[in-house]
């Protein structure tokens, strides 16, 4: 009886030993296989990199760098967000604008993950107008082409490629002409802008003098008055025109 205790536990230990065995002789090959295809995920098939205006939280002018990176994947729309805020509306537009994108270039993209990297000393960029942009940069990737850094473009987006109005046009051409940006695009009937002046008025009544305020437009031409060149376009393959040139 103790014999026969002994046999079985000897087999139970031996048993023990060659699973061992086993397992160590194949996890680092798990590990490796799992290693390797995790490099292969992260390769990069290609990038593109655009200029975006936009206006901070206190309404001023900035110029944020976005750059569209495409890596082998399962389709999926990624973001990397270095100190901003991403609105609602951002996620919205990098939708639209890979689904316009597609739609123009008619890539497969069920097996290409693209990230969008925003990067922005400001805290908020609203991501509506950063639309055309998005689609810009996105259509880049897919075919491989280098865009023209004197050029930037602000509007949204539109399910059809369609460019739509936008504000703070005045802010953005601002800061455009500031680092040096020479063509400045924007959605049509946008090429100029109103504002309101007010005008003080003042009529002396017996002693009493009495002032009112009335306000009177004012149409200001963006391109005379910033000395920046600008372009109104209604879709995103007119804009292309204009950062990967007619030819290309």
Known sequence: MKRDFVIGFGIVILSFLILVSVFSAIRPAQVSQSNNSLQQRNILINSATINLPAV???????????????????????????NIFFW?????????????????????????DLIYTIETDASLIEGGSAGAALTVATVAVLENKTL?????????????GTVGPIGAVFAKAKAAKDVGT??????????SQVNYVPEKKCEQIGPVTLCTTEYKPQKLDISKDIGIEVKEVSNVQDALNY???PSK
């Not at 609602?88 to 290409?112: F, H, P, W």
């Open 243 to 245: 950062f990967l040139g």
């Open 56 to 82: 901070d939280n206190q309404g001023n002018g900035v110029i944020a760098k976005l750059k569209v990176q495409a890596i082998p994947g399962e389709g999926r729309l990624l973001t990397n967000i270095d």
């Open 148 to 160: 023209s850094h004197d050029v930037m473009i602000t509007g949204t987006i539109n399910p059809d």
């Open 88 to 112: 609602v509306d951002t996620q919205y537009s990098i939708r639209t604008a890979e689904r316009v994108a597609q739609n123009i270039t008619g890539a497969d993209l069920s097996k290409i």
């Open 182 to 191: 020479k063509l400045f695009l924007v959605p049509v009937g946008q090429g």
